[in-house]
Nanobody
Framework: VQLVESGGGLAEAGGSLTLSCAAA????????MGWYRQVPGHERDAVAI???????YYAASVKGRFTISRDADQNTVTLQMNNLVPEATAVYSC?????????????WGQGIQVTVSP
């Protein structure tokens, strides 16, 4: 599934940034959308995931500061990042899980850089 990411960039510590992602419309049911992030030398980790049933996962390090929202009609997901800390610097990738012909299929976007200066 094609994912188009936007937002990100540079912010100072304590500042805010917004990430947006639009998924191409397909005939397949979307089970979840969200965001992962990766820093060099580390694995890609989930940041925030919103499931079809409304359940939401947040990484412990972002709880209370990041908010994920999803527009099911538009098949988009947005991550509002507040009170940013330098440790949030990473490449953030949009994530989608679809139900494709009886199987769950996961896709990630190309990624967008978020840099937080001290």
């Amino acid at each position: 599934v094609q994912l188009v990411e936007s937002g990100g960039g540079l912010a100072e510590a304590g500042g805010s940034l917004t990430l947006s992602c639009a998924a191409a419309r397909t005939k397949f049911e979307t089970l979840a959308m969200g965001w992962y992030r990766q820093v060099p030398g580390h694995e890609r980790d989930a940041v925030a995931i919103r499931s079809l049933d409304g359940n939401t996962y947040y990484a412990a390090s972002v709880k209370g500061r990041f908010t994920i929202s999803r527009d099911a009609d538009q098949n988009t997901v947005t991550l509002q990042m507040n009170n940013l800390v330098p440790e949030a610097t990473a490449v953030y990738s949009c994530y989608i899980k679809n139900f494709v012909e009886g199987l769950e299929s996961e896709s990630w976007g190309q990624g967008i850089q978020v840099t937080v200066s001290p």
